[in-house]
């Protein structure tokens, strides 16, 4: 957690000089952070929320109470897949109960209806990466690749 705040500016004649986090910025960061209430579902005790990210949150604290997940990860920043448009990176992995499929969830944040693309509130170049990381899950026969908003959408 430390770490995830350094920053180095330049100054004068030094190289760098490390500055402490200011005022406001360890609580916008700890605002991120989601504590892990059934830890038995994940690898980790906390997982870190893109911004105030409702939608991931919920979808969170939905795995947890949900007995059918066996398993969730917020997938990390590094979990990358390249794409001719640039690194894309799915939000989530989960496992189901009763289930062989390993799902890899894409874009809990809220994007629009799925069904109508017109609609669609993401980024031209995000569609672009999201259609790269469905093509790119295909090529694995026990691995779905979801764009959903909410669990119920996944599992409903």
């Known amino acids: 957690m430390l770490v995830e705040g350094v920053?180095?500016?330049?100054?004068?004649?030094?190289?760098?000089?490390m500055r402490r986090f200011e005022d406001g910025e360890i609580e916008t960061f700890l605002g991120n952070v989601h504590e892990v209430e059934n830890p038995d579902k994940t690898l980790f005790s906390h997982i870190?929320?893109?911004g105030e990210s409702t939608p991931e949150r919920r979808f969170a604290e939905d795995c947890e109470a949900n007995d059918d997940v066996l398993f969730y990860i917020k997938l990390p920043r590094w979990f990358v897949i390249e794409t001719p448009?640039?690194?894309?990176?799915?939000?989530?992995?989960?496992?189901l109960k009763g289930d062989t499929?390993?799902?890899?969830?894409?874009?809990t944040k809220s994007t629009g209806s799925v069904e109508d693309p017109a609609g669609d509130l993401l980024r031209p170049i995000e569609r672009m990466k999201l259609?790269?990381?469905?093509?790119?899950?295909?090529?694995?026969?026990?691995?779905?690749?979801?764009r959903v908003s909410t669990l119920g959408e996944l599992i409903g």
């Open 85 to 95: 448009v640039g690194q894309y990176n799915p939000d989530w992995a989960l496992m």
């Open 7 to 17: 920053e180095y500016q330049k100054i004068g004649d030094r190289v760098y000089e």
């Open 131 to 146: 259609e790269c990381g469905k093509q790119h899950f295909r090529q694995f026969e026990e691995v779905r690749f979801r």
């Open 48 to 50: 870190v929320i893109d």
């Open 101 to 107: 499929t390993l799902y890899f969830v894409a874009e």
